[in-house]
């Protein structure tokens, strides 16, 4: 067969395939063009989840006739004023996406600029254009794409359902708001407001936090850590979530390249480096991240679409994003996303209301109600010798002051079936332990051998203890290893034979000089491994499945992980099985001796799984909740 030349329509169809996917990509290129024209105001209105209508109008220069008749040429723009594909300094610039829809569609483009008297109408039906006619209209540009893909109906059977289509217009016309706060948006799907942004004013960062809060919800902009770093003429600004506030998925994660919304594997891994060791496996942060990068140093023309981007200093580039989000991170670890606690605390109102008995003088039942719900009060004489030395008339306790009897230092004597069904600890805390108190507070009991009670000066603290004492071991092992030193080790007296797989065994073998810095030594023990040494810090942890969790992960990670990845890695496994664990009882001095270690320890908000290691309950939630 002999080659040759396809026809326009055939060509533009065959872009049309790689730029317009369904109807987002028709918005998002009408959108971008908008807003590169200057327009402050952009309105969307769709039907049929964008099948058979999209409307985009918005009060930018518009256009002359000439401009107009151009504008449906193929690989004709007004945003490249040079030859350089690398000096891009326009969302659009390829030319492709107004002939692209045509082909595909029926057009409709009416347009004005204003000095002029009147504007100018084109229509296009499946690329064939007609005659451009006069038109009354207002300053703009105003543009109907009808039937999507009439042209080509094989397409249509790959489109979902009108509210998924609408939805993914939806997501894109957001993730284009949040980085033009100073323009306004609106979206119309099928007679019905899903978006109405008006215009943020402030500085940048002020309207895209106000923006971001819009778009997220108020619960993202509460729990979020500003952002920013510069590196090497690039500049990254922007909002993270705290690791306690996560996602299911990775909808929530905007990422901006020179103001260009895009969805690159090199900055969405970076996201993922930073957060490693302070996210719960299978959970995703919350984000909205710019990075401005010099035009000449990124290059946007990988692809039709303009979503992915290459840089010319990957590494710089990654190491920019996980610097800047992990020192966020670091500066307000000692925040918890307060979602979880006011979940907790309309999960305990709920609960009160649905088991609140009102009493009723006059009911018949009074003498049983008295008897069994309401207590009697205690006749001075029938009290504990251990209460009595308690009461001093006129006393007001201070904040910090026990009300367990002083005589009593575990209440067995008062309740002593109590004890033994929840695990109650109330011994009271020395004066010393009062006068080194923090944030965490003073620890009061231990509660099912699991968790610490620490009352705070406004608030009731709980804490996990195996959950916190994890961070503090991970955070004393990064430490090490970043000052290059061997932590300290202790000799088994009697070493650990491991049986592993071959698999298994040829992994872990490749990290013996790694694992020898963190003070475990291992050594090859003919089909098994062998281990002579353990870091002092997890001496008392369970060896033999230790080895063995570190030895899966390796085997899974293969080659593909980072040697800093890695080591986090196996810092993190090492210090899980190394930490209290839970059903360990605890003394009062080692209650509060973790307390201050979690003070001044790094991310002690999460464990190294990404789970919370303490809730705060203010007093005054407290009160609320027995209506005081």
Same mark, same amino acid.
């Given at each position: 067969?002999?080659?040759?030349?396809?026809?326009?329509?055939?060509?533009?169809?065959?872009?049309?395939?790689?730029?317009?996917?369904? &109807?987002?990509?028709?918005?998002?290129?009408?959108?971008?063009?908008?807003?590169?024209?200057?327009?402050?105001?952009?309105?969307?209105?769709?039907?049929?989840?964008?099948?058979?209508?999209?409307?985009?109008?918005?009060?930018?220069?518009?256009?002359?006739?000439?401009? !107009?008749?151009?504008?449906?040429?193929?690989?004709?723009?007004?945003?490249?004023?040079?030859?350089?594909?690398?000096?891009?300094?326009?969302?659009?610039?390829?030319?492709?996406?107004? &002939?692209?829809?045509?082909?595909?569609?029926?057009?409709?483009?009416?347009?004005?600029?204003?000095?002029?008297?009147?504007?100018?109408? !084109?229509?296009?039906?499946?690329?064939?254009?007609?005659?451009?006619?006069?038109?009354? @209209?207002?300053?703009?540009?105003?543009?109907?794409?009808?039937?999507?893909?009439?042209?080509?109906?094989?397409?249509?059977?790959?489109?979902?359902?009108?509210?998924?289509?609408?939805?993914?217009?939806?997501?894109?016309?957001?993730?284009?708001?949040?980085?033009?706060?100073?323009?306004?948006?609106?979206?119309?799907?099928?007679?019905?407001?899903?978006?109405?942004?008006?215009?943020?004013?402030?500085?940048?960062?002020?309207?895209?936090?106000?923006?971001?809060?819009?778009?997220?919800?108020?619960?993202?902009?509460?729990?979020?850590?500003?952002?920013?770093?510069?590196?090497?003429?690039?500049?990254?600004?922007?909002?993270?979530?705290?690791?306690?506030?996560?996602?299911?998925?990775?909808?929530?994660?905007?990422?901006?390249?020179?103001?260009?919304?895009?969805?690159?594997?090199?900055?969405?891994?970076?996201?993922?480096?930073?957060?490693?060791?302070?996210?719960?496996?299978?959970?995703?942060?919350? @984000?909205?991240?710019?990075?401005?990068?010099?035009?000449?140093?990124?290059?946007?023309?990988?692809?039709?679409?303009?979503?992915?981007?290459?840089?010319?200093?990957?590494?710089?580039?990654?190491?920019?994003?996980?610097?800047?989000?992990?020192?966020?991170?670091?500066?307000?670890?000692?925040?918890?996303?307060?979602?979880?606690?006011?979940?907790?605390?309309?999960?305990?109102?709920?609960?009160?209301?649905?088991?609140?008995?009102?009493?009723?003088?006059?009911?018949?039942?009074?003498?049983?109600?008295?008897?069994?719900?309401?207590?009697?009060?205690?006749?001075?004489?029938?009290?504990?010798?251990?209460?009595?030395?308690?009461?001093?008339?006129?006393?007001?306790?201070?904040?910090?002051?026990?009300?367990?009897?002083?005589?009593?230092?575990?209440?067995?004597?008062?309740? &002593?079936?109590?004890?033994?069904?929840?695990?109650?600890?109330?011994?009271?805390?020395?004066?010393?332990?009062?006068?080194?108190?923090?944030?965490?507070?003073?620890?009061?009991?231990?509660?099912?051998?699991?968790?610490?009670?620490?009352?705070?000066?406004?608030?009731?603290?709980?804490?996990?203890?195996?959950?916190?004492?994890?961070?503090?071991?991970?955070?004393?092992?990064?430490?090490?290893?970043?000052?290059?030193?061997?932590?300290?080790?202790?000799?088994?007296?009697?070493?650990?034979?491991?049986?592993?797989?071959?698999?298994?065994?040829?992994?872990?073998?490749?990290?013996? &000089?790694?694992?020898?810095?963190?003070?475990?030594?291992?050594?090859?023990?003919?089909?098994?491994?062998?281990?002579?040494?353990?870091?002092?810090?997890?001496? *008392?942890?369970?060896?033999?499945?230790?080895?063995? *969790?570190?030895?899966?992960?390796?085997?899974?990670?293969?080659?593909?992980?980072?040697?800093? *990845?890695?080591?986090?890695?196996?810092?993190?496994?090492?210090?899980?099985?190394?930490?209290?664990?839970?059903?360990?009882?605890?003394?009062?001095?080692?209650?509060?001796?973790?307390?201050?270690?979690?003070?001044?320890?790094?991310?002690?908000?999460?464990?190294?799984?990404?789970?919370?290691?303490?809730?705060?309950?203010?007093?005054?939630?407290?009160?609320?909740?027995?209506?005081?």
């Amino acid at each position: 067969m002999p080659i040759r030349v396809l026809p326009d329509n055939l060509i533009n169809q065959i872009a049309a395939g790689e730029v317009i996917e369904r &109807p987002a990509s028709v918005v998002k290129e009408l959108v971008e063009n908008a807003i590169d024209a200057g327009a402050d105001r952009i309105e969307v209105t769709l039907k049929a989840g964008g099948k058979t209508l999209i409307t985009v109008e918005d009060n930018g220069k518009g256009m002359t006739k000439a401009d !107009l008749e151009l504008a449906v040429e193929r690989h004709a723009t007004s945003k490249l004023p040079t030859d350089n594909l690398f000096d891009v300094k326009f969302l659009g610039f390829r030319g492709e996406a107004l &002939p692209s829809i045509a082909s595909v569609a029926k057009m409709k483009i009416i347009t004005r600029q204003e000095q002029d008297d009147s504007g100018w109408s !084109l229509e296009i039906k499946g690329g064939k254009k007609e005659k451009i006619t006069p038109a009354a @209209c207002p300053k703009g540009t105003r543009i109907e794409v009808r039937d999507l893909f009439y042209a080509t109906p094989a397409r249509l059977k790959f489109l979902k359902t009108d509210s998924a289509e609408a939805g993914a217009c939806a997501d894109i016309l957001s993730r284009i708001a949040l980085a033009n706060p100073a323009v306004s948006f609106y979206l119309y799907a099928d007679d019905k407001k899903k978006i109405s942004l008006d215009v943020t004013t402030g500085d940048m960062f002020n309207a895209r936090l106000r923006r971001a809060a819009e778009v997220m919800g108020r619960d993202f902009s509460e729990n979020s850590l500003e952002v920013s770093g510069e590196r090497e003429g690039m500049r990254l600004s922007g909002l993270v979530s705290l690791p306690t506030y996560s996602k299911a998925n990775t909808l929530s994660q905007y990422l901006f390249v020179n103001n260009r919304p895009v969805k690159d594997k090199l900055l969405l891994g970076a996201l993922k480096g930073a957060y490693a060791g302070v996210l719960e496996n299978s959970r995703y942060p919350a @984000c909205v991240l710019f990075l401005e990068v010099e035009p000449m140093h990124v290059d946007v023309n990988v692809h039709p679409t303009k979503a992915e981007v290459r840089f010319f200093d990957q590494q710089g580039v990654r190491s920019l994003i996980v610097g800047a989000i992990r020192q966020a991170l670091l500066e307000g670890d000692k925040r918890a996303a307060n979602t979880g606690e006011k979940d907790l605390l309309t999960r305990l109102s709920q609960k009160l209301s649905a088991d609140y008995i009102p009493f009723n003088p006059a009911s018949e039942t009074e003498g049983i109600l008295k008897e069994n719900i309401y207590p009697q009060p205690y006749e001075t004489d029938t009290l504990p010798p251990a209460y009595k030395n308690n009461i001093t008339p006129n006393e007001k306790p201070s904040l910090f002051q026990s009300h367990a009897p002083k005589n009593n230092t575990h209440g067995t004597g008062v309740l &002593p079936e109590l004890m033994a069904n929840f695990s109650v600890k109330t011994e009271e805390p020395s004066e010393q332990d009062y006068e080194k108190a923090g944030p965490l507070g003073v620890a009061k009991a231990q509660f099912h051998d699991t968790y610490i009670l620490a009352q705070a000066e406004d608030a009731l603290v709980l804490i996990d203890q195996h959950a916190a004492h994890e961070r503090i071991v991970l955070e004393r092992l990064k430490k090490a290893m970043a000052a290059g030193e061997k932590l300290p080790s202790q000799i088994l007296l009697i070493p650990e034979v491991i049986d592993l797989s071959l698999t298994e065994k040829a992994a872990l073998n490749e990290e013996i &000089p790694a694992l020898e810095k963190l003070g475990l030594v291992i050594k090859d023990f003919g089909n098994d491994v062998m281990v002579t040494e353990v870091p002092a810090l997890i001496k *008392d942890a369970a060896l033999k499945k230790m080895v063995k *969790d570190l030895a899966d992960e390796m085997a899974e990670w293969g080659t593909t992980t980072t040697a800093e *990845d890695k080591i986090n890695h196996i810092a993190a496994t090492m210090a899980c099985h190394g930490s209290v664990r839970a059903g360990r009882r605890l003394n009062i001095a080692e209650m509060n001796h973790l307390l201050r270690e979690m003070e001044q320890t790094p991310h002690a908000a999460q464990c190294n799984h990404g789970r919370p290691t303490y809730i705060r309950l203010e007093l005054s939630d407290l009160e609320k909740l027995f209506h005081r």
